[in-house]
């Protein structure tokens, strides 16, 4: 959760979604928002990964449900974004940040394994974006698409992710143009590492891991609470007058070298 960096009832009277929120940084996220009076309802496609967070989110004195969905499947995701609205009232906050990866290089890349990511990560960001758009523009919402830095360079083992995180940039600012004039804000936030996630775990060995913390200009990976802070702020009036970016964070590493992130 987030420290006093902003007001405890920053988004008291919002509602959120957050897809992928049980788990990582988009339960980081979920925690973020609901510590600042937002009711929060988080999605997976394993309810066990969610109701531990639904336990934690109830705890700071919000409305939370835990709605197990596959962003994959157009009615699945209709169904959740249906009864999000429904039960809380409203819906405020979008987050998308259910996402699948895996190291693999391009000549040993199925395309199944290649379609996959892309099916989960950016059709599944336009999926759920786009069942929620009338329920956002009847506020004046937010859609947080998470992102990466993987595409921002050329990451070994990652054309898949590399592909469909710069796809859901472009979608990021296309969706920002199309629904700015119904007022709603579409952002992007891209973590690069993140300690103690899984995706660190899996997707990095220690070799990799030291050359992050060299090659980083800050000297360390980001933490849960770093980006949940930033994704804070752009939900929040605080970033009323921004839409259409795509946030780094992750101290400088990106403007280095991509042989920070890669796994041989």
């Avoid at 531990?52 to 705890?59: A, F, M, Q, W």
């Avoid at 169904?79 to 996402?99: K, M, P, S, W």
């Amino acid at each position: 959760m987030t420290d006093g960096v902003f007001a405890a009832d920053l988004l008291k009277g919002r509602a959120a979604l957050v897809t992928g929120g049980g788990t990582g940084i988009c339960r980081g996220i979920a925690l973020a928002l609901a510590s600042h009076g937002c009711d929060v309802a988080i999605t997976s496609r394993s309810q066990d990964h969610l109701d531990p967070t639904v336990e934690e989110l109830k705890g700071l004195d919000v409305r939370a449900l835990g709605l197990s969905a596959d962003v994959r499947k157009p009615d699945s995701v209709q169904q959740i974004v249906d009864e999000t609205a429904r039960t809380f009232g409203r819906l405020d906050i979008l987050v998308n940040g259910a996402a699948g990866n895996f190291v693999c290089l391009a000549e040993n890349l199925s395309p199944n394994g290649f379609g996959t990511v892309i099916d989960i990560d950016l059709k599944g960001t336009f999926n759920v974006s786009h069942a929620a758009y009338p329920h956002l523009k009847a506020h004046g919402g937010v859609v947080l698409n998470i992102s990466a830095t993987l595409q921002l360079l050329g990451t070994i083992g990652q054309s898949h992710a590399s592909a469909a995180k710069a796809g859901i940039d472009a979608l990021t600012r296309a969706l920002a143009v199309e629904w700015g004039p119904a007022g709603v804000r579409v952002n992007g936030l891209a973590p690069g590492p993140v300690d103690g996630t899984e995706g660190v775990k899996r997707l990095t060995n220690e070799r990799s891991r030291q050359m992050i913390q060299e090659y980083c200009p800050l000297g360390r990976m980001a933490t849960i609470d770093e980006v949940s802070r930033a994704a804070l702020f752009l939900c929040s009036d605080a970033a009323s007058f921004i839409t259409g970016v795509t946030l780094v964070i992750d101290g400088g590493l990106w403007l280095r070298s991509g042989r920070a992130l890669a796994t041989d």
